[in-house]
């Protein structure tokens, strides 16, 4: 006796169909890889005593690679003031920039990580073209690239991807908030990220700042309700193009003064001057994105 078989309904076919011809779409799923970065604190314009003269450095980049071969260094102090070859002094406790001076013209660099192959951290997308959710999330209409909808996907608690609409004018930054990005439409319009490794380290983003310690860059914008630096920093990566933001510890509570206006292409270096419990930070924008 045979069994009957039960004929799949036509809509079945077509799907199963649809799922083994692996269409490009879902194949183009990618991770970022890890990278390690190095990471070191400035501080402009400041001079301490100490320290052990470098004369085999010529150049801050010779100085800096050379701290970090030696594996007692904690830091450097450089002075560029006068004509070439720089001068490098190297310093081996992490106290060194505690007892120094405002003096223009020279800069201190304080080892944070050697980044040893231990310490790597990568934020993790995997990255679906011509893609898109079936419920869009929450427009940011104030975002039209992708490394900022990133960012701010990266920066918003229980964010965990973005949709992202790149033929439109201008382009659309759609964040998933807390919700599902299960059921996916295929369309031409859109691309998607889904959030994979969030990485502790990388989402304190402090790698992606460059601290300027008693320093101030003239024409920043006073933002008189954020007085904390998380919130000046969160503030300005939230920024289509901020890359600088000031904390003035002159008051109580401190003050942040943003970039409102213009990207790192405006930067004028003769902006940026001393001043006293004031500490600049620049961001690299594409840290935030690539770790």
Same mark, same amino acid.
């Given at each position: 006796m045979t069994k009957n078989i039960p004929q799949l309904p036509i809509i079945i076919i077509i799907v199963l169909f649809f799922i083994t011809t692996l269409p490009s779409f879902l194949v183009n799923a990618q991770l970022s890889p890890a990278v390690c970065r190095i990471s070191w604190i400035l501080t402009s314009n400041t001079y301490s005593t100490g320290g052990s003269l470098d004369s085999s450095s010529t150049t801050v980049d010779q100085c800096l690679n050379n701290c970090l071969v030696d594996q007692y260094c904690k830091g450097v102090q450089t002075r560029t003031t006068i004509s070439s070859p720089v001068q490098c002094v190297r310093f081996y406790t992490e106290q060194f920039g505690v007892n120094s001076a405002l003096l223009v013209g020279y800069d201190q660099y304080l080892l944070q990580s050697r980044c040893t192959n231990?310490?790597? &951290?990568? =934020?993790?997308?995997?990255?679906?073209?011509?893609?898109?959710?079936?419920?869009?999330?929450?427009?940011?209409?104030?975002?039209?690239?992708?490394?900022? &909808?990133? =960012?701010?996907c990266l920066l918003t608690a229980n964010c965990i991807g973005i949709d992202f609409k790149k033929f439109s004018t201008p382009n659309e930054c759609y964040l998933h908030v807390g919700d599902s990005m299960q059921k996916n439409l295929f369309t031409q319009e859109y691309d998607q990220y889904v959030l994979m490794d969030r990485c502790v380290n990388v989402n304190q983003y402090d790698r992606c700042w460059t601290e300027r310690r008693n320093s101030q860059y003239v024409g920043l914008q006073l933002q008189s309700t954020l007085t904390t630096l998380a919130s000046c920093k969160d503030y300005c990566a939230r920024l289509p193009s901020c890359v600088l933001i000031d904390m003035d510890y002159n008051s109580s509570p401190p003050t942040c003064w943003i970039q409102m206006v213009g990207g790192i292409n405006d930067i004028i270096s003769s902006n940026l001057i001393p001043a006293q419990n004031i500490i600049n930070y620049i961001l690299n924008r594409n840290c935030l994105t690539a770790c």
């Open positions: 231990t310490t790597g &951290c990568s =934020v993790r997308w995997e990255f679906w073209t011509d893609t898109k959710s079936f419920t869009l999330g929450i427009r940011y209409q104030y975002i039209t690239d992708v490394p900022t &909808c990133l =960012v701010t």
